[in-house]
């Protein structure tokens, strides 16, 4: 199995630039989609319908930022 990278949820506690730079390091520059949630910001790599349905697994980093992987 060979999982990816398919999104970045930093806190609001962060300000919304300081966000972008923080995903920006785990997301290739070319992406630039992000959304508002009531507590974070979800910063897209790869669209949720390319992987399996019940693949997806959680990093968390620490409190404010957590990387989502699913399979391929």
């Known amino acids: 199995m060979v999982y990816e ?9 962060i300000p919304l630039n300081d966000a972008k730079n923080i995903a920006s390091k785990f997301i290739p520059s070319t ?21 399996d349905k019940n693949s997806f697994r959680s990093k968390v980093i620490n409190d404010d930022i957590t990387l989502v992987y699913g399979n391929i």
């Open 31 to 51: 992406r630039h989609y992000y959304r508002t949630t009531t507590n974070s910001y979800r910063f897209r790599n790869i669209p949720k319908t390319k992987f």
């Open 5 to 13: 990278l398919h999104a970045v949820i930093i806190s609001r506690n």
